[in-house]
């Protein structure tokens, strides 16, 4: 076994019971919580994964409680106990819980779904691999992650938790990247590449970094965030090694924000390593726009700058997370020039079929002839620019 995901079966029975009702405690007093709980290895092996255990540790709504058990064999969830212990159990609604815990709403699907939103299969040179732009490739290991988002757009292949991708099929990933001199930039995903041994990724870090014109590495991830303990000593020494070494780490709320998680940044950003976020924008969890400035800002004060928020992808069962794009645009007008032009990431829509990640923003541009532009700024105030002749 090389991830590392400790949990094979759900608990059952008794032994379910007895579990949920420590990890009941602990996540209702945050004093009772043993050393163990800031152990990523006990957050992975106690992780909630059946209705049985959830319903222990929240009162579910009947829609929860039907999603939970046709997601059963078809969906996979799991939630951190520390995940689980930023749910607002007073607040059905509670932004945490919507993105974690399993609704009815999952089985309702569109006619415009797609089962691969972004036409990732069928940009795949190699298994393992997606090569869309001429200049970048993604690499994709794994098909674990520590928390399983009910938005997924990776849904179709998150969740059966097998080992990392082998050995003869990185190879030839790598060979392909070796041989395609265009690329110098190499995205490393999932499921979650922090999910994986550490000396497991830093074998696939040091392959790729000894390709020449392989210019830089990036990691995208979720770890940091609902999983933020696996952040430690051990991996952040392995990663330095491999600068330039960037990251994306995905983030949905400010209520993510939180000491362990601030704590895990921290480490990371020490070490050197660029991080950038990316935020998936979703109804009902961060659609307005005070919440989305409030995440850029929390963002900023742990060092990650913002970089991406997607519309949300045409994923199957996902209708009831997705706005209109205007709800999008709309925030960005909020953000561009109300506040620092670092705490503004790029809105894009990942293109239906594969046509990458297209941005969409606020005409700023009203009208522009013979070398003169009309703009309006922030404010809605005209200006005009005159070209040179
Ligand atoms: C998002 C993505 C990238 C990286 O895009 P950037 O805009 O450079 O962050 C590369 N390849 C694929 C297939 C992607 O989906
Ligand atoms: S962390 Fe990413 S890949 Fe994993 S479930 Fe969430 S959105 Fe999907």
């Given at each position: 076994?090389?991830?590392l995901s ?5 608990p059952s029975?008794?032994?379910a019971r007895?579990?949920?009702s420590?990890?009941a405690?602990?996540?209702?007093y945050p004093d009772s919580?043993?050393?163990s709980w800031y152990?990523?290895r006990?957050?992975l ?7 049985e ?5 929240i009162?579910?709504?009947r829609?929860e409680e039907?999603?939970?058990?046709r997601?059963?064999g078809?969906?996979a ?7 689980f ?11 945490i819980r ?11 699907l569109s006619?415009?779904?797609l089962?691969?939103?972004?036409g990732?299969d069928?940009?795949?040179p190699?298994?393992g691999?997606v090569?869309?732009?001429?200049d970048?490739?993604?690499l994709?290991v ?9 938005y997924?757009?990776?849904r179709r ?7 990392p991708m082998?050995?003869d099929r990185?190879?030839d990933?790598?060979?392909?990247i070796k ?8 995205l490393?995903?999932g499921?979650d590449p922090?999910?994986m041994?550490?000396e497991?990724?830093?074998g696939y870090l ?10 830089m590495i990036?990691l995208?991830t979720r770890?940091p965030v609902t999983?933020?303990?696996r952040v430690?000593e051990e991996?952040?020494t ?5 600068h330039?070494?960037?990251m994306?780490?995905?983030f949905?709320?400010p ?5 362990e998680?601030t704590?895990?940044?921290?480490m990371?950003?020490?070490a ?6 990316q935020?998936?924008l979703l109804?009902g969890?961060?659609?307005?726009p ?6 850029m800002?929390?963002?900023l004060?742990i ?6 928020i997607?519309q949300?992808?045409m994923?199957?069962?996902t209708?009831?997370?997705?706005t209109?794009?205007s709800v999008?645009i ?9 506040t ?6 790029t809105?894009v829509i990942?293109a239906?079929g594969g ?5 969409v ?7 522009q002839a ?7 700024n922030y404010e809605?105030?005209?200006?005009n620019?005159v070209e040179?002749?």
């Amino acid at each position: 076994m090389d991830g590392l995901s400790v949990t094979a079966e759900p608990p059952s029975g008794s032994t379910a019971r007895k579990l949920s009702s420590g990890i009941a405690e602990y996540i209702e007093y945050p004093d009772s919580r043993p050393d163990s709980w800031y152990d990523w290895r006990w957050q992975l092996k106690n992780r909630i994964t059946s209705l049985e255990v959830i319903r222990d540790l929240i009162p579910l709504t009947r829609r929860e409680e039907e999603g939970i058990k046709r997601a059963q064999g078809r969906l996979a969830m799991a939630i951190t106990p520390y995940f689980f212990s930023l749910i607002d159990r007073q607040d059905q609604k509670c932004p945490i819980r919507k993105q974690a815990v399993p609704r009815l709403e999952e089985f309702t699907l569109s006619s415009c779904e797609l089962v691969d939103p972004c036409g990732e299969d069928s940009h795949s040179p190699v298994p393992g691999l997606v090569h869309r732009y001429p200049d970048r490739a993604l690499l994709i290991v794994n098909d674990s992650c520590a928390m399983y988002c009910r938005y997924c757009t990776r849904r179709r292949m998150v969740g059966a938790e097998h080992p990392p991708m082998p050995s003869d099929r990185f190879e030839d990933a790598y060979k392909y990247i070796k041989s395609k001199k265009t690329i110098r930039d190499v995205l490393i995903s999932g499921g979650d590449p922090l999910m994986m041994k550490t000396e497991h990724l830093e074998g696939y870090l040091r392959k790729l970094r000894s390709i020449p014109h392989l210019e830089m590495i990036r990691l995208g991830t979720r770890v940091p965030v609902t999983l933020p303990m696996r952040v430690d000593e051990e991996l952040v020494t392995m990663l330095r090694k491999y600068h330039p070494l960037y990251m994306s780490i995905h983030f949905s709320h400010p209520k993510e924000i939180t000491p362990e998680v601030t704590k895990a940044c921290g480490m990371l950003a020490d070490a050197g390593i660029p991080l950038g976020s990316q935020t998936v924008l979703l109804r009902g969890i961060n659609d307005r726009p005070t919440v989305m400035k409030k995440l850029m800002h929390e963002l900023l004060k742990i060092r990650v700058r913002p970089y991406y928020i997607y519309q949300c992808d045409m994923a199957m069962g996902t209708g009831h997370f997705r706005t209109p794009v205007s709800v999008g645009i709309n925030i960005m007008e909020e953000l561009r020039g109300h506040t620092t032009g670092y705490a503004v990431p790029t809105f894009v829509i990942d293109a239906p079929g594969g046509g990458g990640k297209i941005p969409v923003t606020p005409t700023y541009l009203i009208s522009q002839a013979k070398g003169r532009m009309t703009l309006r700024n922030y404010e809605n105030k005209i200006y005009n620019y005159v070209e040179p002749d």
